[in-house]
T-cell receptor
Framework: NAGVTQTPKFQVLKTGQSMTLQCAQDMNHEYMSWYRQDPGMGLRLIHYSVGAGITDQGEVPNGYNVSRSTTEDFPLRLLSAAPSQTSVYFC?????????????FGPGTRLTVT | EDKVVQSPLSLVVHEGDTVTLNCSYEVTNFRSLLWYKQEKKAPTFLFMLTSSGIEKKSGRLSSILDKKELFSILNITATQTGDSAVYLCAVQEYGNKLVFGAGTILRVKS
């Protein structure tokens, strides 16, 4: 199993550009989520999905869109990049059942918006 | 508002020292508390705690949860330079959402 994969690893955008961060998992996990991490702060939840066709907002959803057309993929779209979106982005996945479930993180995408 | 607070924010110790990292939380639908280690890449899983008073151990690391007082501690004994990292505490709510603390930066000097 490859686990959780993310592409690209690094990206530089100009203000106003759009792009999609890719996330895929091969563990047949139902739950997938996107976090951003800024210096001195923990990870903050952007969007999450409990299964194909179902998505919901997290703590900091503004400026981001997601969709979940398959179990494996959960792309994050930046519609019009802003410098405030400069951050490291992590995708995570887990099973969506059981008394407690461990989340598996991807390697991260470092995004800089100039 | 759900929140997770970690202390201290950072600390510097010498090899061989013992450190205790703290995590307190206020969340609506507690499911479990998790500790992660992060070394300039993705967080790596250390422990998941769901029951009060039961210590989890892995080598020199151990952790315990107090659901009455709403806190957890992570202990590292005989610290090594390889323990230098950011340690993240997160509370998992029902629905699998994770609420993270800001982390504790640990630096172990040789």
């Amino acid at each position: 199993n490859a686990g959780v994969t993310q592409t690209p690893k690094f990206q530089v955008l100009k203000t106003g550009q759009s792009m999609t961060l890719q996330c895929a998992q091969d563990m047949n996990h139902e739950y997938m989520s996107w976090y951003r991490q800024d210096p001195g702060m923990g990870l903050r939840l952007i969007h999450y999905s409990v299964g194909a066709g179902i998505t919901d907002q997290g703590e900091v959803p503004n400026g981001y869109n997601v969709s979940r057309s398959t179990t494996e993929d959960f792309p994050l779209r930046l519609l019009s990049a802003a410098p405030s979106q400069t951050s490291v982005y992590f995708c995570a996945s887990s099973l969506d059942r059981g008394p407690s479930v461990e989340q598996y993180f991807g390697p991260g995408t470092r995004l800089t918006v100039t | 508002e759900d929140k997770v607070v970690q202390s201290p924010l950072s600390l510097v110790v010498h090899e061989g020292d013992t450190v205790t990292l703290n995590c307190s939380y206020e969340v609506t639908n507690f499911r479990s508390l998790l500790w992660y280690k992060q070394e300039k890449k993705a967080p790596t899983f250390l422990f998941m705690l769901t029951s009060s008073g039961i210590e989890k151990k892995s080598g020199r690391l151990s952790s315990i949860l107090d659901k009455k007082e709403l806190f957890s501690i992570l202990n590292i004994t005989a610290t090594q330079t390889g323990d230098s990292a950011v340690y993240l505490c997160a509370v998992q709510e029902y629905g699998n959402k994770l609420v993270f603390g800001a982390g504790t930066i640990l630096r172990v000097k040789s």
